[in-house]
Nanobody, 120 residues
Framework: QVQLVESGGGLVQPGGSLKLSCAAS????????MGWYRQAPGKQRELVAG???????NYADSVKGRFTISRDNAKNTVYLQMNSLKPEDTAVYYC??????????????WGQGTQVTVSS
């Protein structure tokens, strides 16, 4: 079994910063992609940022220049540093991990979600 534990959400004022973390643990052979998605009320879940095992990143246009995704391969952890937060960034943020186990089966695993609220 593999588990994802997210942390770092909360309430922040516009212009503030938050850092999200997502740690994967369990029977993991290798993680080849990690990412953060978000879902606001009444909207579809959308990709915020992704990072591959080699460190290649991609971002939603709405967060470019404000958010930074990074990973610690030794800890199987992905981070999302969010700066210059705006009210429209308010959403539940979900960690996503694509990995293989020791018999090379492929999995696409989601975290439980963490609420980020940007409001004065």
């Amino acid at each position: 079994q593999v588990q994802l534990v997210e942390s770092g959400g909360g309430l922040v004022q516009p212009g503030g910063s938050l850092k999200l973390s997502c740690a994967a643990s369990g029977s993991i052979f290798n993680i080849y992609a990690m990412g953060w998605y978000r879902q606001a009320p009444g909207k579809q879940r959308e990709l915020v940022a992704g990072i591959t095992s080699s460190g290649r990143t991609n971002y939603a246009d709405s967060v470019k220049g404000r958010f930074t995704i990074s990973r610690d391969n030794a800890k199987n952890t992905v981070y999302l540093q969010m700066n210059s937060l705006k009210p429209e960034d308010t959403a539940v943020y979900y960690c996503n991990v694509k990995y293989r186990d020791y018999v090379y089966r492929l999995y696409d695993l989601w975290g439980q979600g963490t609420q980020v609220t940007v409001s004065s």
